[in-house]
């Protein structure tokens, strides 16, 4: 088992790094309110130098070793990012399941005239149509619609776009959205949904 002063010099070695790498960080890189004062060319990336910031991190860590019960909060969450691993990977598959039939059943057919009517690509005012927040037309706004009927948030409103875009009597809109509904129920405290 190390010494005090053993485990004390190493401290010390690791807040002089981290210190050091710093100054030179605001050296290279200075803060915009030191630009004005100093004429230094800034033609060093900061993205590159704000990577350096990750040493300060580790100090956390050297905390964590010694405040027993923030140990033991950190290991509770790493045990509980472990166990959720199974549930997060099959809830992104679940939502890029539904995102990449979300577009294969509205890509660009949400665009609606003024009147609330919907367009078709290609027809005349098309591309100065209304289209609403959730969409499908790219995969990043599509896995956003999903997220957004799962956590239950505008879920009617999304519906109601998809009958407005490709009729009722298609229905992918029914068969698209209820089966989604059920896992992003909440429930209250009396135990009924919110």
């Known amino acids: 088992m190390p010494s005090w002063h053993t485990r004390t010099g190493r401290r010390l070695k690791h807040e002089g ?4 790498i710093s100054i030179v960080e605001v050296m290279l890189s200075p803060p915009t309110f030191l630009a004005n004062f100093i004429d230094i060319d800034n033609s060093i990336n900061s993205g590159s130098l704000s990577s350096l910031r990750t040493f300060r991190l580790f100090r956390i860590f050297k905390l964590a070793k010694s405040w027993k019960a923030m140990h ?3 290991l509770l969450i790493m045990k509980t990012c472990l166990d959720i691993t199974n549930f997060a990977f099959l809830l992104g598959l679940f939502m890029y399941i539904y995102s990449l039939l979300g577009m294969q059943f509205f890509a660009n057919r949400l665009t609606f005239d ?4 919907a367009m078709l690509p290609g027809q005349d005012g098309y591309d100065d149509g ?6 499908y037309d790219n995969l990043t706004w599509a896995f956003t619609t999903v997220f957004g009927v799962l956590s239950g948030e505008n879920w009617n409103s999304a519906m109601y776009d998809g009958w407005r875009a490709i009729g009722m009597q298609v229905g992918w809109s029914c068969v698209l959205f209820p089966p989604r509904l059920p896992s992003g129920w909440r429930r209250g405290s009396s135990g009924q949904p919110v």
């Open 114 to 117: 003024e009147y609330g009517y």
């Open 130 to 135: 209304d289209v609403p927040r959730a969409n």
């Open 72 to 74: 033991k909060l950190l």
């Open 17 to 20: 790094v981290t210190v050091t």
